[in-house]
C-alpha cells in the first residue's frame, strides 16, 4: 500500500445490511470525458442537454419517485454513438443517441421513456462498479481491479460508474435489472481453484444474490433491505412492513408460500466509522441487527 488511509480498509468491520440508498429509477448516462468529484453536477454537458436531464429528473420526482441520476462508460469500448439506460421496477432498458449531446434522444421528455415502453430491454445482469476516486480514493484504487476482472468475465455488460454512495464499502457494485447494491466486492486470490469475484458472478448470473457482500435491495427501505438479507435473501416476496428505518420494522416476506417474518432493528451500540478517506474525526453509525 501507498501510506494512505482508506476508508473501506478501516470499516472493514462494520456491517453492510440495510445502507443502499432508496431509489425508484435508476437513470444512467453515458458520458466519456473525465469525471470531477460531483460529475452529476459539475461536467461539461452542452446546456440543453442539461436542462433536459434536470427537467426529467424533476417530473419524475413530482410523481414521488425517488431518481438517482449516475454516469457511465465503458473506456475499453469502442463504438459510436451513447447510450442512456433507464431501471424501474426491476426492468432495465437501453436507448441510444447518437451524438455526445444526446440531441436526438433528447426530443424525449426522460419521464416519457422511464414510463413508457420503447427501449433496448436488457434482461442479463449488467454490472456497474463505482470508480471516481475524484470522490473518493477508496473507490478507483480498489474499483478499477473489479471492473477490469469484470470486463473479462462478461465483456461489456461490465461499466463503470460514478459515486454509488458508500466509499466505505468498496469496492461498490450494482447489478441491474436485478436492483441490488453490493459491497466489498474484491477480485480474491485465485486459491485452489477459487476466485471470490468468479463466484460473486456466477451467483448473480444464477439468479442469487450473494449474501456476503449484500449492502440493500434499493428499491426497499432499508430496514426492509436489512430484513431481506438476515432472512437469507432470494427468492423472497415482500408482503407487508410495520414500522420504519430508525425505529425498527417487523417485514414480512413469503418464500415457497411459506411467510417469513423478520424484525430488523437499529443497534443499540454506535460504531464510530470513517465515511470517507479523507475524513479527520469519524461519524456514529447504527447498523442494522435482527431483534426478536
Known sequence: MDGRIYCCEANAAEPMLGTADVVDVWLLLEY????????WVDNDLAEGAKRWLA???????????KVRPQMIR??????????????REGMLRAFRAEDANY??????PIAALVSGDEGERLDAPHYFVCVNGQRDRCCARFGLPVHHRLCALVGERAWQVTHLGGHRFAPNV???PQ???????????VQEGADALVDFVAEVESGGVPLAHLRGRSCYPQAVQAAEGFAGAGGLDLV???GDDESGAVVTFTRNGRQIRIRAARSDKPMGVLASCDDQQA????PYVSAE
Do not use: C, M
Not at 74 to 81: D, K, L, T, V
Not at 103 to 108: E, K, S, V
Open 32 to 39: 466519456r470525458p473525465a469525471w470531477r468529484a460531483k460529475a
Open 55 to 65: 427537467d426529467g429528473i424533476s417530473a419524475l420526482a413530482a410523481q414521488g419517485l
Open 74 to 87: 465503458q473506456p475499453e469500448a469502442n463504438r459510436e454513438g451513447f447510450r442512456l439506460l433507464v431501471h
Open 103 to 108: 440531441g436526438d434522444l433528447a426530443a424525449t
Open 174 to 176: 450494482l447489478v441491474l
Open 179 to 189: 436492483g441490488v447494491l453490493y459491497g466489498r466486492v474484491h477480485p480474491g486470490a
Open 240 to 242: 407487508a412492513v410495520d
Open 283 to 286: 461519524k456514529e453509525v447504527r
